[in-house]
């Protein structure tokens, strides 16, 4: 009996000492890895499905498609299923327009009315006015559907630490990316040697670009008209993506072209295939083409390959 007395005594004091505030060892071990007390859930990888072509496309097809560089890109694994030199630096033209609006949205608000400083009156514009205040909304309307470069100006211009720092930031943004084969120079694509991308980084662009609705669903608009914050200055605007509206699934992204660049495209689609034995899938495709004689015949090939050739082999 005096030993069964003795060894609750030594199991209270344990826990005593366990337990007393001034030198808690479960405190203490809390304090050193919190997690460790914490009820994890089982992780468990799942891998996306891998696409590929069956059958592969022949060099005798593929010799139809003009442009320099190509990808065809799985958004969801981030997987090429078909390319030519796709890491090639080539003139982006104004493809630099989807990481204009990737960092405007990062810096204002859709509803902000931002002023135009300085008229860009070259090539493509949507008619923006001296002094003018107009939404960011309605500015990227002009960017994705006419490729309007006053548009794109006036929201650099408006960042609130400057032009240069709207610039800086495009840069940021590829560099977080990885987008190792990417420089940006201006917020509209002109052609200038320390302006550049690949058709692999501009897909990886477009894969996170799409991943915001609103930018999907301003550039799959055929046509708009839109207006200053006062509504006395009009600006009727359509689609020069000749593919947005002609090809189901297809959702935009942007248009380029330039004297250097040649024709580029960059195209989000959802394939809706028409093999009966293939099912429909809910894998979003990117198609670039850069370099184009072109682009929208290059893209409507490749778009025909992926429609009637895409499967997907399940990993798990």
Avoid: W
């Amino acid at each position: 009996m005096k030993k069964i007395l003795i060894y609750a005594l030594y199991s209270c004091l344990l826990i005593y000492m366990a337990l007393y505030p001034g030198n808690n060892t479960f405190l203490t071990l809390y304090a050193q890895e919190p997690s460790a007390f914490i009820e994890k859930p089982d992780i468990r990888f799942i891998p996306h499905d891998f696409p590929y072509l069956q059958p592969e496309p022949s060099s005798i097809e593929l010799s139809a498609i003009s442009a320099s560089s190509f990808i065809v890109l799985d958004k969801a694994s981030m997987t090429p299923i078909l390319q030519r030199n796709s890491q090639v630096r080539r003139f982006p033209a104004s493809t630099v327009k989807l990481a204009t609006a990737l960092v405007a949205l990062n810096t204002f608000s859709l509803t902000t009315p931002l002023t135009v400083k300085t008229v860009i009156d070259e090539e493509m514009k949507m008619g923006l006015v001296p002094g003018e205040r107009i939404s960011l909304l309605n500015l990227l309307y002009g960017v994705f559907l006419l490729s309007a470069n006053d548009a794109a100006h006036t929201i650099a211009e408006n960042d609130p630490k400057g032009y240069d720092h709207f610039i800086q930031q495009m840069n940021d943004y590829a560099q977080n990316l990885r987008l190792t084969n990417t420089h940006f120079n201006d917020p509209i694509g002109f052609d200038d040697p320390a302006q550049y991308s690949t058709a692999y980084d501009l897909a990886r662009l477009a894969a996170v670009a799409s991943d915001y609705p609103i930018i999907l669903s301003i550039s799959s608009t055929t046509s708009i008209t839109v207006a200053d914050e006062n509504y006395t200055i009009y600006h009727p605007l359509y689609n020069i993506n000749q593919l947005v509206g002609e090809i189901p699934g297809v959702a935009g992204l942007k248009t380029g072209t330039t004297t250097g660049a040649g024709e580029n495209l960059i195209i989000y689609y959802q394939p809706r295939p028409e093999r009966s034995e293939v099912q429909e899938h809910e894998h979003s495709i990117i198609i670039v083409v850069m370099g184009s004689e072109d682009r929208f015949a290059d893209t409507r090939l490749l778009i025909d390959i992926v429609k009637n050739r895409l499967s997907y082999q399940s990993l798990q």
